[in-house]
């Protein structure tokens, strides 16, 4: 079973209005961190947003926000006010604490998102 | 942004041919990491190194090993290479201090294997 889903492999937006982008992930481990990255044409990865299984409260970096869903294992990418650069692959990872025994920081990815912002 | 740097950005080679690639980092980071990304499968840790000689296997290993010699320096190698290994490698790092344990990625490499 794959531990990270991201169901849907496109998506348009128009300019200026907020999308959600899904993820939902699979794990038993107690301990766990999601991680949101976008890869835009020139192929970088670039860090945007991280959610700790602990965290109360959902995480937001300027128009970012992740909607966390503990319950559901679902951690959805919220961007508000979308911009023409905001046209990106975008990917959902997931680093496990394997039962506090300790990580090393391997993260496991979706297979990503592709937002094409419209003007 | 994070001092990471691969090379070669870009190598085409024949298969059965021997490959190293390079990942170099300034950040005096202790976890370093190998990704390489197909499409529909995002990106798929092939090794990991968590000190000076200290690797292990990801998810994808087979044909593939790693070296690290120096905190800095961090190999990857496909020591005969096949046209199922075309992809695109990523090298990123960590220094597993960070709240998240965020890690940083390098420009990439495109290998071609024909």
């Known amino acids: 079973a794959q531990k990270i889903t991201q169901t849907q492999p496109g998506m348009f937006v128009q300019e200026k209005e907020a999308v959600t982008l899904d993820c939902t992930y699979d794990t038993s481990d107690p301990s766990y961190g999601l991680f949101w990255y976008k890869q835009p044409s020139s192929g970088e990865m670039i860090f945007l947003i991280y959610?700790?299984?602990?965290?109360?409260q959902n995480a937001t970096e300027g128009r970012y926000s992740l909607n966390f869903q503990k319950a559901r294992k679902s951690a959805n990418l919220v961007i508000s006010a979308s911009q023409l650069g905001d046209s990106a692959m975008y990917f959902c990872?997931?680093?496990?604490?394997?039962?506090?025994?300790?990580?090393?920081?391997?993260?496991?990815f979706g297979k990503g998102t592709k937002l094409s912002v419209k003007p | 942004d994070a001092g990471i740097t691969q090379s070669p950005r870009h190598k085409v080679t024949e298969t059965g041919t021997p490959v190293t690639l390079r990942c170099h980092q300034t950040?005096?980071?202790?976890?370093m990491y190998w990704y390489r990304q197909d499409p529909g499968h995002g990106l798929r840790l092939i090794h990991y190194?968590?000190?000076?000689?200290?690797?292990d296997k990801g998810e994808v290993s087979d044909g593939y090993s790693v070296s690290r010699s120096k905190t800095e320096d961090f190999l990857l190698t496909l020591e005969s290479a096949t046209s199922s290994q075309t992809s695109v490698y990523f090298c990123?790092?960590?220094?597993?201090?960070?709240?998240?344990?965020?890690?940083?990625f390098g420009p990439g490499t495109r290998l071609t294997v024909t």
């Open positions: 959610q700790g299984s602990y965290d109360q």
């Open positions: 990872a997931m680093r496990e604490d394997q039962n506090y025994g300790g990580s090393q920081g391997n993260l496991i």
């Open positions: 990123a790092i960590s220094d597993l201090t960070a709240r998240s344990y965020e890690q940083y």
């Open positions: 190194s968590y000190g000076v000689k200290d690797t």
């Open positions: 950040e005096n980071h202790r976890y």
